[in-house]
């Protein structure tokens, strides 16, 4: 059980350093998008390569980090019934989804973007735009990568609902283990 929960731990280690070095992309696109406008509208000129620069950013910046907002739990998901569910049937829950939609999608995404991606880089893709940005394949590998991070966050949430269901969530640190409900009625001391 410790060699899972160490699993664990390295797998979210990863997607915490993937997602906290992409998050920064965020200022990267505020400034290039506020310097395109700028240039758009008080110099009435565009430099075409720039505006492929912050779709292209922002593109790299959602599918680098999928797997850190997995790991934080920061997915849209429907709450009335898990959010107040034991850590037990978190675990039933989490287990389940991971095994039958979470790695299928993955693995889904993986192999039809393999193509998709492979052709891009034996052509040495760029920008649609003439004076675009070049090498448009390095963002479409990060199709590939989106894939890989969540299946390696969604193993991870199998491996953590494994060790709940056997007794062993005191092997993880307590920011990979599941939120604690407060009894209803009482409100937590802040």
Same mark, same amino acid.
């Given at each position: 059980?410790?060699?899972?929960?160490?699993?664990? !731990?390295?797998? $979210? +280690?990863?997607?915490?350093?993937?997602?906290? @070095? *992409?998050?920064?992309? #965020?200022?990267?696109?505020?400034?290039?998008?506020?310097?395109?406008?700028?240039?758009?509208?008080?110099?009435?000129?565009?430099?075409?390569?720039?505006?492929?620069?912050?779709?292209?950013?922002?593109?790299?910046?959602?599918?680098?980090?999928?797997?850190?907002?997995?790991?934080?739990?920061?997915?849209?998901?429907?709450?009335?019934?898990? !959010?107040?569910? $034991? +850590?037990?049937?978190?675990?039933?829950?989490? @287990? *389940?989804?991971?095994? #039958?939609?979470?790695?299928?999608?993955?693995?889904?995404?993986?192999?039809?973007?393999?193509?998709?991606?492979?052709?891009?880089?034996?052509?040495?893709?760029?920008?649609?735009?003439?004076?675009?940005?070049?090498?448009?394949?390095?963002?479409?590998?990060?199709?590939?990568?989106?894939?890989?991070?969540?299946?390696?966050?969604?193993?991870?949430?199998?491996?953590?609902?494994?060790?709940?269901?056997?007794?062993?969530?005191?092997?993880?640190?307590?920011?990979?283990?599941?939120?604690?409900?407060?009894?209803?009625?009482?409100?937590?001391?802040?």
């Amino acid at each position: 059980m410790r060699a899972i929960a160490f699993v664990v !731990r390295a797998i $979210s +280690a990863i997607n915490w350093f993937i997602g906290n @070095l *992409f998050s920064w992309l #965020a200022l990267g696109i505020v400034v290039v998008c506020f310097t395109v406008v700028v240039q758009r509208y008080v110099f009435s000129f565009s430099i075409l390569w720039m505006r492929d620069l912050y779709i292209w950013l922002n593109g790299a910046m959602f599918t680098a980090v999928a797997g850190f907002a997995l790991l934080r739990n920061d997915h849209v998901r429907v709450d009335i019934f898990y !959010r107040p569910a $034991s +850590a037990r049937r978190k675990a039933m829950v989490d @287990l *389940f989804g991971v095994v #039958a939609f979470l790695l299928p999608f993955c693995w889904v995404t993986f192999v039809y973007a393999w193509p998709f991606v492979a052709r891009s880089w034996r052509i040495q893709e760029g920008s649609s735009n003439v004076g675009g940005m070049p090498a448009l394949f390095i963002l479409k590998t990060f199709i590939l990568g989106f894939a890989v991070l969540i299946a390696m966050q969604g193993i991870a949430m199998a491996l953590r609902s494994i060790l709940v269901l056997t007794g062993n969530e005191e092997l993880l640190p307590e920011r990979l283990r599941y939120e604690r409900q407060e009894p209803s009625g009482t409100e937590a001391s802040v």
